[in-house]
């Protein structure tokens, strides 16, 4: 029996001396260096615990506080299944040439639960005076609100009218990508906003000459009158769309289209790519480019969106100036 407690106590020894030895080498070095170190929450950094009961506080311990803020709706569930696979692609490029240039920090949602002034809080165990109840932010948190939406949306009355205040009486931006004009045909106050509605697309996605009618203003600095841009290039309905309302930046060059096609509606040769406008004390920016992952690769596209996302966020002097197609 003694010789079996020697024996364990020898095994024990030599087990301690072994790892004293391994801790010297250059293996074990790096991999301590890798290794996380446990610390104790600081001040700073709350645990997640202690910021589930607490609740996100807008303004707060915020990393994004000096930062200007996007919040993108990529919510086609009410709309076509099928149409805008290149839904999810266009949301990351739009966050990462925010991110890139520094303009502004996004955030993605495929819901519209955000698009509200009321309180926003967690469902289930993180709803208001559950176990981990955990407050979020409403609209009043963001600078601008981007939709790539389609159909009816499922925003309830009072946050549409929440969406309408915050462009027209808090002087924030909206920004339209592609179907975002085919959103919301029954809720005309939106139609008013964003500057009108989708009524087809005669060509499918089709090479098309352009004309830049604003070349002053930054979000065209990559385009030039005569270039061919591919893309799903939509027509618009005769109504709310307006050019007493909106002013053009670009237009599709209709001696480059098909205007035989029987989809074709408008008799005017008017078909806007991109706009800008006012509404209220906010800012809009539409574009109806963004159908296909191609389109989204392309540097002029990216420039587009980029700098009509700065313009409706404030970052810009430019003004609105509605104006009749120019005779050329």
């Known amino acids: 029996m003694i010789n079996r407690v020697r024996f364990g106590l020898s095994l024990l020894l030599a087990g301690i001396l072994g790892v004293a030895a391994l801790a010297q080498t250059p293996l074990a070095q790096t991999i301590s260096a890798q290794a996380p170190s446990a610390q104790a929450p600081s001040a700073q950094a709350p645990s997640a615990q202690a910021a589930s009961r607490a609740g996100p506080t807008p303004g707060r311990d915020d990393v994004y506080a000096d930062r200007k803020r996007l919040l993108v709706i990529a919510d086609i569930s009410t709309g076509n299944q099928t149409a805008h696979g290149a839904l999810s692609h266009a949301a990351s490029t739009i966050e990462q040439i925010g991110r890139v240039s520094g303009a502004y920090v996004t955030f993605i949602r495929t819901d519209t639960d955000l698009v ?50 915050f462009v027209a009486k808090d002087g924030k931006g909206f920004i ?58 939509y027509q618009m309905r005769a109504t709310p769309y307006s050019r007493a309302k909106v002013d053009v930046l670009a237009r599709l060059d209709p001696n480059s289209l098909d205007l035989t096609n029987p989809k074709v509606h408008r008799t005017d040769r008017d078909f806007p790519l ?54 050329r």
Do not use: C
Request: aromatic share 12%; no cysteine.
């Open 116 to 165: 509200t002034k009321g309180e926003v809080w967690g469902k289930g165990d993180y709803a208001k005076g559950g176990s981990k109840a955990s407050r979020g932010n409403n609209l009043d948190y963001y600078d601008a609100v981007l939709f790539y939406t389609n159909g009816e949306t499922n925003l309830t009355s009072d946050q549409k009218r929440d969406l309408l205040d």
């Open 176 to 233: 339209g990508v592609h179907t975002a004009t085919a959103t919301a045909y029954g809720w005309p106050d939106y139609g008013e906003m964003i500057g009108g509605y989708f009524d087809n697309h005669p060509w499918g996605v089709t090479d098309a000459k352009i004309i830049v009618e604003r070349p002053d203003f930054p979000a065209m600095k990559a385009f030039r009158t005569g270039m061919t841009v591919r893309d799903e290039h």
């Open 274 to 327: 991109a706009w800008i406008k006012s509404y209220g004390k906010g800012r809009v920016f539409y574009s109806d480019l963004g159908h296909t992952d191609a389109s989204w690769d392309d540097p002029r596209v990216r420039t587009l969106y980029l700098e009509g996302i700065k313009w409706a966020l404030g970052l810009g002097k430019a003004e609105p100036r509605p104006h009749p197609i120019r005779a």
